[in-house]
């Protein structure tokens, strides 16, 4: 999962890429949840093709597309690719396998190789831009990246002030590390 959201949100050097942002702990927390489980959606099918407006239809909860899309591109990878997993490959190895899920060319036995691309492309940058309090956005890096000002509760002497930098740094749900009180 880290090398997937590393080439989807690639490191550059004023941010880190989603491996470091935290994007996969994010999307791990998410599908041990309602989320994973899809608590709440219609399950009982009929499971049929549908068209892209109609979103995902399928049996599979996330957590289970998740599951089998991570085995599947391993095996796509092991078998097209001299035995190497996903991981394992170079970062423009690794680019070119993406891009083939994505277009579609690549197909995995037991899942929608491309309906898990979507997935990927759905919760990666959710990840990236949460609150930090749900596993990414580590140092709140996404925000700091987009100028952001998180959830300050006053901000009202910016909203007009446009094309000008924001110049406090951003404050999660958990409030800002160096408000936490440090322990020697």
Not at 151 to 169: A, L, Q, S
Request: positive net charge; aromatic residues 10%.
């Amino acid at each position: 999962m880290e090398a997937i959201v590393d080439r989807i949100i690639p490191p550059d050097p004023q941010t880190p890429g989603g491996k470091d942002a935290g994007c996969a702990v994010f999307i791990d927390r998410q599908l041990k949840g309602p989320y994973g489980s899809a608590a709440g959606h219609y399950r009982l099918g009929p499971f049929i093709k549908g068209t892209k407006e109609q979103g995902p239809q399928s049996p599979l909860t996330p957590a289970e597309l998740y599951r089998k899309g991570l085995a599947g591109l391993d095996r796509y990878c092991k078998a097209k690719l001299g035995g190497k997993p996903f991981s394992q490959l170079s970062a423009d190895q690794q680019d070119d396998v993406l891009k083939k899920v994505e277009a579609g060319e690549a197909k995995f036995d037991d899942v929608d190789a491309r309906g898990f691309f979507d997935a990927l492309l759905k919760d990666v940058p959710e990840g990236f831009f949460s609150d930090p309090i749900h596993g990414g956005n580590r140092d709140m890096v996404g925000w700091k990246m987009i100028g952001f000002p998180g959830i300050r509760y006053d901000y009202r002497d910016w909203v007009h002030r446009h094309n000008e930098r924001y110049p406090y740094p951003p404050v999660s749900i958990a409030g800002r590390m160096d408000w936490n009180v440090k322990k020697s």
